[in-house]
């Protein structure tokens, strides 16, 4: 499967989050749960955007149907939910994505809502975060679940629960293994596999393990990349 390159977006600042979008990148996560984006950040956010050059996804606090249905309805082409640890978690999530007969996600006129019902509806990206001993558990069924579009793992949270060391989780390729199993779950379900890595080598090790969806920045990662860049073409005289 296709490696799909994004960039997790923390700084709540909306401006940076819409330049984000335009700097190659497959896909942007702009965190609600652990990040600074607020319901007004968010709101601030999708209002900068023109064109859409990549799609742009929201991890919301918690598995709540109106943090979703906000998400969604302020712009986001989909939402990342954490902590669902059984199919009838990662059924919920789901039904809060999408609008009747589907789901139960309510009709608001913000910005990331249709005009009317008229209106052909765009199918939201709904992924649940594996990151519980308890999911990894209920892998296939989670995965399984109607609607989902992926299982997106959330590394180091994954390793707290299950008392590994985070590159022990990451290299570890031997079948049963918690990282290859949530692979296969994906690929028998027909849906990718997605993770949060924020380094090159985290990146390469998640890549290696069959991760499509990779987190491979973060937004102040890419800062600080971009102001080494800048100041390594200073010559020594000007340095």
Not at 133 to 162: K, R
């Amino acid at each position: 499967m296709t490696t799909k390159p994004g960039v997790w977006v923390t700084l709540g600042e909306p401006r940076t989050a819409a330049e984000l979008e335009h700097a190659g990148f497959d896909w942007l996560g702009l965190d609600a749960q652990h990040g600074h984006f607020d319901d007004r950040a968010l709101r601030d956010s999708f209002a900068l955007r023109r064109d859409r050059e990549a799609t742009v996804l929201v991890r919301v606090a918690a598995n709540d149907p109106t943090l979703i249905g906000r998400a969604l309805d302020a712009g986001a082409d989909g939402v990342i939910v954490p902590l669902v640890d059984t199919a009838e978690h990662a059924e919920s999530a789901v039904a809060a994505a999408h609008y009747p007969p589907r789901g139960r996600r309510s009709w608001g006129p913000l910005p990331g809502t249709p005009a009317g019902s008229g209106t052909v509806v765009p199918v939201p990206f709904c992924a649940v975060m594996v990151e519980t001993a308890l999911a990894v558990e209920n892998l296939d069924a989670i995965a399984a679940t109607p609607g989902l579009d992926m299982l997106f793992v959330g590394p180091f949270d994954l390793s707290l629960a299950l008392g590994l060391d985070v590159d022990d989780l990451l290299s570890d390729r031997s079948e049963h293994a918690p990282l290859p199993t949530i692979v296969r779950a994906c690929r028998t379900a027909g849906i990718p596999a997605g993770a949060y890595a924020g380094s090159p080598d985290r990146t390469r090790a998640l890549q290696e393990q069959g991760f499509a969806w990779i987190a491979v920045a973060t937004d102040t990662g890419v800062l600080h990349q971009g102001s080494a860049a800048a100041r390594a073409g200073l010559s020594a005289d000007d340095s």
